[in-house]
C-alpha cells in the first residue's frame, strides 16, 4: 500500500479550454446547444477610461460623469446625426429585436465590440467637450449593441442622456435616464441623474421618489438624504402657493 503511484498526475492540458463566461453573453446566447470544438474565446472588450465607484459590474463599459451643476448650453440641433428624435430609440428597440432574432451568437458578440468602441469614442468626445459628438457616437452604438445585452445598453442611455443635459436638451435626457433605469433598476447614477433632470424641470414630486429610491438601495448617497429632507417643504409651499393661485381666480 506504501507503493508510490506515478500516474498520479493531472495532465496540464485538463484545464485548456476552460473559459469564465460572461453572464450578458449566457443571456445573449441562443438556446441550441453548439459543439464544443466551435466555439471561439470571448475577445476582451476595451477596458473603461475610468473605474466606476457605484457600478461594479460595468467592468467594460464607462459611464460619463456629469452633473447638472456644471451643464453648459449647446446648440440642440444636430445636422447628420442618426437617433436625433426623441421617439427614434423606441422605433431602434423594435428594429433590434427583430434583426437580432436568428442572429448567430458570433454576431451579437461582434456588435457588442462595435458598440465598445463606439461608446469609447463618445467617451473622449465627452471629455473633450464635444457633446454633439459624443451624443451621437452613444447614439450609433446603441443602435449597434444586441438589446440583449442589457447592462451595457443601460450604460450607453444613461452617458447619452449626460451628453445631452451638457446641450441642456432635458426632456431628451429624462427620456434616456428612464430607459436606463428601465434595463438597469438598481442604477444608481441612472435615477441620480434624473433626479437631477426633474428637479432642474421642476418636477418636484418626481425628484423625491427617485432619491428616495437611490436611499433604498445606497443609503451613503449624500445628495438624495440632502434632497429628502429638502424637497417636502419645498413641495408644501409650492403646492400652497398653487392653491393661492386657483383661489384667487
Do not use: W
Not at 10 to 19: A, C, R, S
Not at 80 to 105: F, G, H, I, R
Not at 196 to 212: P, V
Amino acid at each position: 500500500m506504501g507503493e508510490r503511484s506515478e500516474n498520479c498526475r493531472v495532465p496540464e492540458d485538463l484545464f485548456n479550454g476552460l473559459k469564465v463566461t460572461d453572464p450578458q453573453e449566457a443571456e445573449c446566447a441562443s438556446p441550441s446547444v453548439s459543439n464544443p470544438k466551435d466555439s471561439q474565446p470571448q475577445s476582451k472588450l476595451l477596458t473603461d477610461v475610468e473605474p466606476q465607484e457605484d457600478q461594479g459590474e460595468e467592468e467594460h463599459f464607462h459611464d460619463c460623469s456629469a452633473s447638472f451643476e456644471t451643464e453648459e448650453p449647446g446648440v440642440d440641433k444636430v445636422e447628420d446625426k442618426p437617433d436625433n428624435d426623441v421617439n427614434s430609440s423606441e422605433l431602434d428597440e423594435e428594429y433590434l429585436l427583430e434583426l437580432e432574432k436568428n442572429m448567430p451568437d458570433e454576431e451579437k458578440q461582434k456588435r457588442r465590440e462595435e458598440s465598445t468602441k463606439l461608446k469609447e469614442e463618445g467617451n473622449e468626445q465627452f471629455k473633450k467637450g464635444d457633446y454633439i459628438d459624443a451624443e451621437s457616437s452613444y447614439s450609433q452604438a446603441l443602435q449597434m449593441c444586441p438589446s440583449c445585452f442589457q447592462k451595457d445598453r443601460s450604460i450607453l442611455f444613461s452617458n447619452r442622456a449626460a451628453a445631452r443635459m451638457k446641450q441642456d436638451k432635458k426632456e431628451m435626457a429624462i427620456s434616456d435616464c428612464s430607459k436606463a433605469i428601465q434595463l438597469n433598476p438598481s442604477y444608481i447614477r441612472a435615477l441620480l441623474r434624473r433626479a437631477e433632470l426633474y428637479e432642474s424641470t421642476d418636477k418636484l414630486d418626481e425628484a423625491l421618489e427617485d432619491y428616495k429610491s437611490i436611499l433604498e438601495k445606497d443609503p451613503s448617497v449624500h445628495q438624495a438624504r440632502e434632497a429628502c429632507m429638502r424637497l417636502p417643504k419645498q413641495i408644501e409651499e409650492r403646492n400652497e402657493r398653487l392653491k393661492e393661485e386657483m383661489l384667487g381666480k
